[in-house]
């Protein structure tokens, strides 16, 4: 049987180490770079008629390579005693193969399909649910750990891959993300601000006042008030039941409705929350619901379900000066339609608006009102609703939320339908520091980050 010499560590062999191993086994030792052949001039006897030592069987080849393959667990070997040039005996161990370390769980299909085996009483599902939690709570200690089993029997784990679901949806503008999110570990963020609505004298800064005063004169104090804005977390679920036939069968199906249908969901709920949360409760308070916003009523004679130049005009006066440079648009696609009109000449060849609505099929966003981004948004109210088009700096509305989505599942209330219940959670809330519109010095106009048309009729 062949020699070979080892060219590295490997259990308790050390590079260098001779050992004798049928040639069938050592195939996926070469393949691996671990051994070499050795030549037979490197280990002459020491004797021609010295009879040849009895070896013990070999190792077989499959034990070998599912050493290779697996890299769980240490595999002693039956090999050869080899004792030449006065050299003391081998012993070949098989164990721990330096491999790049995989992933647990992948993705969200294949996380529900393991789920589901692991309800029928698979260990080895189990088991990787197990290796997957120990990864999360390695990573993300702070938010990763294992949820508890929920009351209805579902194991529930915290995943540290769900943020693709929304990427994959492109038809929404994901306006959550023009906003200033903070990550929370509690239920609650507090944001502190000034109490400031007016630019008159003692309202400015909350109530900071600077005055002359006369040689000797006694100055006077004064200070901002301050007021706790807070951002307490609400639950945007999606419960969704799958059949175990379609778990058993089709994966990649899986992936596609969960990606396409609780991910459009969720999005959806985000811009819907900024344009339209409601004051109160859950649900995060938008834009068309803050205290600060400035609605800028109708033109005489306005024709109803329309747009007019006068409109975007008005709405731009309004916008507070500092916000200017976050701000975009926010339009119903017939809004959309009719500033496309203004931005174009007409039939007669003239432009009813000339260079203050411009459209570049080159830009990241080909239509533009006087320089700021128009966003199209599906979620927007109907022409000639109040919030059919809206002028913001989102950077005044904070976002807090926890990271990520919970995912949990549950065969108990389904059990005697086939199917297996998945549920899906965001937890976020939504706020902005504006608590009221500003007034200006002569108490005539009013500012806001937050600006939009009232009702012209549908």
């Known amino acids: 049987m062949p020699n070979y010499i080892f060219e590295s560590d490997l259990g308790s062999n050390h590079k260098g180490d001779v050992v004798t191993l049928e040639e069938q086994s050592a195939v996926t030792l070469l393949a691996a770079g671990i051994v070499k052949e050795a030549g037979e001039d490197m280990y002459p006897m020491e004797e021609e008629d010295e009879p040849e030592e009895k070896l013990p069987a070999p190792m077989h080849e499959e034990a070998v390579t599912r050493a290779i393959r697996q890299g769980f667990k240490q595999i002693e070997d039956n090999m050869v005693n080899v004792r030449q040039k006065g050299t003391a005996t081998t012993k070949v161990n098989l164990g721990n193969f330096a491999t790049p370390k995989q992933p647990a769980i992948k993705s969200i299909g294949e996380l529900c399909r393991v789920q589901y085996f692991a309800k029928q009483g698979s260990h080895n599902a189990y088991n ?68 400031e609505g007016t630019l008159q004298d003692g309202g400015r800064g909350g109530g900071i006042l600077n005055y002359w005063v006369a040689e000797g004169g006694t100055a006077t104090t004064s200070y901002p008030q301050m007021a706790n804005i807070q951002c307490v977390l609400g639950t945007n679920v999606v419960i969704v039941p799958i059949t175990n036939q379609l778990l058993e069968d089709n994966s990649y199906n899986l992936d596609n409705f969960i990606a396409d249908r609780v991910g459009e969901e969720m999005v959806w709920a985000e811009d819907y929350a900024v344009i339209s949360g409601p004051s109160t409760g859950t649900g995060g308070k938008g834009i068309m619901n803050q205290p600060s916003l400035v609605t800028i009523a109708k033109e005489t004679g306005q024709a109803n379900a329309s747009l007019v130049y006068p409109n975007l005009v008005k709405m731009w006066a309004a916008l507070y000066p500092a916000s200017r440079p976050n701000a975009v648009w926010l339009a119903n696609p017939q809004c959309v339609q009719q500033l496309q009109q203004m931005a174009f000449p007409n039939a007669t060849g003239t432009f009813s608006v000339f260079g203050m609505v411009t459209y570049s099929a080159h830009d990241e966003f080909p239509l533009r009102v006087f320089g700021k981004p128009v966003i199209e948004t599906l979620m927007s109210p109907d022409l000639g609703l109040p919030g059919d088009l809206i002028l913001c700096d989102l950077k005044q509305m904070y976002a807090a939320e926890h990271p990520g989505m919970s995912v949990a599942t549950s065969d108990q209330v389904y059990f005697t339908s086939l199917q297996t219940l998945f549920r899906f959670v965001r937890r976020y809330d939504l706020n902005s520091p504006w608590t009221t519109k500003l007034t200006d010095f002569n108490n005539h106009y009013q500012y806001s980050p937050f600006i939009a048309l009232a009702s012209r009729g549908t």
């Open 128 to 195: 990787r649910l197990q290796a997957y939690a120990e990864e999360v709570r390695t990573k993300a200690p702070p938010i990763g750990s294992n949820e508890t089993t929920p009351a209805q029997g579902g194991f529930s784990i915290v995943p540290d891959w769900t943020d693709e679901i929304f990427y994959k949806v492109k038809q929404y503008p994901r306006l959550l993300d023009y906003c200033r999110r903070e990550v929370i570990s509690s239920n609650t963020l507090n944001i502190p601000a000034i109490a």
